[in-house]
Structure formats: C-alpha cells, structure tokens
C-alpha cells in the first residue's frame, strides 16, 4: 500500500535483515507524565503528589523546573513545569531572568540554569542522567547506594529517570563546563512514557518477515528493558550500554551487535 518514487527503496526495504529503533517516541507515545520522586535527604520515593508535600520533595521538583527551559518543548520539561505549577507555592517564574545556561552535553547528558532575580537572588539547577550529577557531587558511599536502589526500583517499573542538582556561584566568571560546579544532590524526578498502542503488532509483523528487531537508546538498561517485556520484545535481557561498546576490538563488536538486543546509555 506504498507508492514510492525509486525502485531501489522496494529493494533495499525488501532485503532489510536489521531494524534499529530508537524507544522514545517510537516505541512510546512521547507522552511524559511524572510518575515518582526521591528525595535524598529523606531516603524516599514518592509517587502521591496529591498529599502535602514536605520541604524536600517541594525544593527537588521546584529545581527540577528550573533545570528546564523557560519555555519547555520536551516531553519531560513540559511534565516539569505543570508539576511546578500546581505546587501550593508562590510560582517565582515571572520573577527570574535566565542568565546563563550550559546545553545538555557530557557522557552521560547533563544540563545546567543559572536564573537571577532583580535583587541579585541566584538560582543554579541541574538536571541530566543520574550518574552525572553523582559525579559532580559531594556524596558518601552510603548516600550513593541510597540513589542507586533508588533509581533501580524506579526503571523496574518503566520509569526514566533524571538526577537534579543545585548549586551556588558568585560573580559572573562562569565556568567553561558545567561538571565544573560542585552540585548538592537533591534527588530522582521519575516519569512514566506509555508504550505506543499499536508497538506490539509492529513488532510482531517484523519477527514474522524473519526480520530482527533492535532498540538503540540513550536511556538506561532496567527502564528500557521493562518496557520492552511490556511489548513482547524479544529477548529484552541481552543488553549493552555505550561505554562497554565505546572499549570493544572490531571484531569483539561484530559478534556483540549479533546477539544483543537493546543497546543503552548511547552517545
């Protein structure tokens, strides 16, 4: 039922072995909701944001916003700032100007805002992959263990996640990178990005043409794993993160992209 301007199309798609595909967006709906928080301090998850909220959980989703662009666009910033927004708080938005900011960049991404007010009163957020925040903070062992089951109970259930960070700086020298800024880790904002209705049917339509199906993702192995089995994707357990794959021979990468099938944490 395609009508296509080139001959070769037909071809190359008749004799397609391999299907790479990306999971946001393509396997879900691109439709964030915010699922879960945890706040570090506290050492707990939260997913009732109907409750009151305590002093930490407030500040975590306060910075999470803004961490975000003023004007969001992506799915999660969006979630962000409707969280924001129904917090029982005076909303400071119309009060804070964006002075400076450092686009999502590392491996893994981080993204850093630097908002001032007219009084001078600084607001530096982060927000990005958990273990980039770690690593620009001053955390003990314990309180690492802490994020990671964390973070762990959280993309069991499907959930991506994002670590957020606060920072303080005087003056405007900035500096060159973000990772440069020492962050106190506030806690886990968690969202849920249903599969696409349809995604079961698709996939099942490729495995019967005898073609391979593979997910190529930058989020991380539990959340992407989970999904998958939510899916019927074949064999979902047969995972490879970007850094292993980054230190392989050719010839040891050859035989792994033959049996893995969800590549995570791509750059």
Known sequence: GIIVKQTKTVETLGSATVICTDKTGTITQNKMSLAQIFTLSNNKISG?????LNEQELELLSL????????????MEIALHEAYSKLKITDERPNFKLIHEYPLGGKPPMMTHIFENTTGTRIIAAKGAPEAIIACSKLSKEEIQKINKAIESMSKEGFRVLGVGVSEFAGNNFPKT????TFKFLGIVAFYDPPKENIKSVLDAFYNAGIQVKIVTGDNAETTTTIAKQIGFRNPENTLNGDELMTMDEATLKEKVME???FTRMF
């Not at 999470?64 to 799915?75: K, R, T």
């Open 48 to 52: 009732n944001f109907n409750e009151k």
């Open 64 to 75: 999470s916003m803004w961490a975000s662009e003023p004007i969001p666009f992506d799915g």
């Open 178 to 181: 973000q990772q440069e800024f």
């Open 260 to 262: 893995t099938t969800i």
